[in-house]
């Protein structure tokens, strides 16, 4: 592939991301980007959207963790998709040539729509109906806020993502309480919590080795894309 078959630029890329463990896996490949995190919440990822469209930044990425709707998808399944739709009808393209960037191949990455969530989903048969409302591959809570800075800006945006939580499995519902506006966790609330409620310490245990599952199964494809003329152009 050639890096002429490129029409834009995609050098400084704006990459936008919900935890700071998502942050630091991006940052291994691409060290030059700039990177911002939501916190997991809608007033973060809105914030922080419109502040990587203004900074300079020539793309837009969304990256990270993704909750599966489709259940054909498995934790680690990669997800670049050509759309990004939200629950109240507003869709955003994907740039095609942004998405060939990222490493997209019918082979080994799912594409279709992604659906935007301003909450966690926490069960499976949510997942499940949310699937047969839309169609959607996955959900995430970031990328309609970037898509809809991107439209407001002038960019070309994608998106990155790997399936953690898979749609027929359901998330303890501590984890709505655990994550800080900075990314990190609230380890006081947890154990507070889990003290209350023991029974959740089992889904927690299967939800960090689906996480380490997605994480490794995400650093393998970019490691993988670090080969590519063009990818290399955009993290340097």
């Known amino acids: 592939?050639?890096?002429?078959?490129?029409?834009?630029?995609f050098s400084k890329p704006g990459i936008l991301v919900g935890i700071k463990a998502e942050a630091q896996l991006i940052r291994?490949?691409?060290?030059?980007?700039?990177?911002a995190i939501s916190g997991a919440t809608?007033?973060?990822?809105?914030?922080?959207?419109?502040?990587?469209?203004?900074?300079?930044?020539n793309c837009l990425l969304?990256?990270?963790?993704?909750?599966?709707?489709?259940?054909?998808?498995?934790t680690g399944s990669i997800i670049i998709p050509d759309k990004v739709v939200?629950?109240?009808?507003?869709?955003?393209?994907?740039?095609?040539?942004?998405?060939?960037v990222l490493g997209h191949n019918p082979r080994e990455v799912y594409s279709g729509s992604?659906?935007?969530?301003?909450?966690?989903?926490?069960?499976?048969s949510h997942k499940i109906a949310l699937f047969s409302s839309s169609q959607c591959q996955a959900l995430d809570m970031e990328s309609g806020f970037l898509a809809q800075?991107?439209?407001d800006f002038g960019l070309p945006f994608a998106v990155l993502r790997v399936i953690c939580d898979p749609a027929i499995r359901s998330l303890p519902p501590v984890i709505q309480f655990v994550l800080s506006p900075e990314g990190g966790l609230k380890i006081g609330t947890l154990f507070t919590s889990l003290l209350r409620n023991p029974s959740q310490i089992q889904g927690l245990i299967r939800l960090g080795h689906d996480a380490f599952q997605a994480r490794?199964?995400?650093?393998?494809?970019?490691?993988?894309?670090?080969?590519r003329i063009v990818s290399n152009a955009m993290a340097h």
Do not use: V
């Open 149 to 151: 800075a991107a439209h």
């Open 28 to 35: 291994k490949i691409f060290p030059y980007a700039t990177i």
């Open 86 to 100: 939200t629950r109240d009808g507003n869709s955003w393209t994907c740039h095609p040539a942004l998405r060939h």
């Open 42 to 57: 809608k007033e973060g990822a809105r914030r922080e959207s419109i502040r990587l469209a203004t900074c300079g930044s």
């Open 1 to 9: 592939m050639k890096a002429t078959a490129i029409p834009y630029s």
């Open 62 to 74: 969304s990256f990270g963790l993704a909750a599966g709707l489709n259940p054909a998808l498995s």
């Open 114 to 124: 992604l659906l935007h969530s301003d909450d966690i989903i926490f069960n499976a």
């Open 216 to 227: 490794r199964s995400m650093l393998a494809f970019l490691r993988k894309q670090e080969s």
